[in-house]
């Protein structure tokens, strides 16, 4: 089943249920954060692998935020829709989609973005880490 709302991803069993792991969040924030602070300077020959070490630390955030909310996500297409359709925040979620479906085309189809599109990319994941680093913590 190809999901397409947050009522889908739960019918799949793309999203379940569970205990709020407060423990998991925090070690998910942590990796996250010690990820960030690991990433180079951006320039043409790295852009593309600092997209992709910034995409996994927003996931990572995303992740902390559902275990939080007592949830657990198996695909990225789901966490878009807790974004939207549970938090309710349109703009975070077409970010989300918008970096998830670049990253998708780097990783899956070796499509490489030049390095201005990288660039901006990666600036919205800074934007998206700022917005669920606050969610996190409202959460706890």
Known sequence: MKEASWADCLESNSATKVSRD??????????AEERIGLVSDVNERNCNFVLEDYYTSVLE????????????????VCLGYYLRDILKRLDLYLIFDDLRYKRNSLTYYGKRMDFETAKASIEKCKRLIRELKLLVEKAK
């Open 22 to 31: 407060s423990s998991r969040a925090s070690s998910l924030v942590e990796t």
């Open 61 to 76: 955030f995303l992740q902390a935020l559902v275990a939080l909310d007592g949830y657990k996500i198996i695909n990225h």
